[in-house]
């Protein structure tokens, strides 16, 4: 894994790549802010970059628009203190794979940054409920919604499991949680979560989220 840092304060910066290398992974270049990411990101050609959204001269969302439309390969992970919807959204609409809250356990972001090599999508507790409120239809399982919602929903056959795994990625519970509660293995729930991206042919985890949402596909029943 080659790992790339932009955050604008020194000392959390120094502390981030100490506790990364230490856990094993190579940091191979930080950036102070926005525009720094965004030349570095062109040098290095990092496989992931942890990125902060505040930054001075180009904040981070704007940095993360930049390299995705020109590097569209490398994956950012914004990690920072916001906690505002509108952060949230904008990040995940702009192409980042995941969001992260400074809060996150070092342990906790070792393994996330694991899962994403391996095509997950690393959210911090809460976030997934969020994106669906975001994108819940109104209406979407009342009997006047509207036939072409219906229409569209029905575009996509996912099975009762898979729908079951999508309610519970959802609401910010882990693979290995769900696996138990279906009695599953976790790398069973990890492959009908890969089936369901590739179905709805999407990139990530919090773009079906959202999508499911959208269509109706999740019963929304389930997070209130």
Same mark, same amino acid.
């Given at each position: ?57 180009? +904040? @981070? ?11 569209? #390969?490398? =994956?950012? !992970?914004? %990690? $920072? ?56 239809? +109104? @209406? ?11 229409? #569209?929903? =029905?575009? !996509?056959? %996912? $099975? ?65």
């Amino acid at each position: 894994m080659k790992l790339m840092l932009a955050d604008d304060h020194p000392l959390f910066l120094e502390g981030l790549q100490y506790l990364l290398e230490t856990h094993g992974i190579q940091v191979a270049g930080v950036a102070k802010d926005g525009k720094e990411a965004v030349v570095q990101a062109r040098m290095l050609q990092p496989d992931i970059i942890l990125m902060d959204i505040k930054m001075p001269v180009c +904040s @981070g969302m704007d940095a993360l628009k930049l390299i995705k439309a020109e590097m569209p #390969e490398i =994956k950012i !992970v914004m %990690l $920072t203190t916001s906690e505002e919807d509108e952060d949230l959204f904008d990040a995940v609409k702009y192409g980042a794979s995941g969001y992260l809250l400074k809060s996150t356990n070092a342990r906790e972001l070792v393994d996330m940054l694991s899962d994403l090599e391996k095509g997950e999508v690393p959210l911090s507790p809460g976030l997934g409920i969020r994106l669906l409120k975001e994108f819940k239809p +109104s @209406g979407a399982y009342d009997n006047n919604a509207s036939p072409q919602r219906s229409e #569209e929903a =029905k575009r !996509v056959q %996912l $099975t009762e499991r898979q729908l079951e795994i999508l309610e519970m990625v959802a609401r910010g519970i882990t693979y290995k949680e769900a696996g138990d509660a279906l009695g599953l293995t976790e790398r069973t729930v990890k492959y009908h979560m890969g089936r369901i991206i590739e179905l709805l042919q999407l990139e990530n985890r919090a773009q079906v989220i959202a999508y499911a949402a959208r269509m109706g596909l999740v019963k929304y029943r389930t997070l209130e």
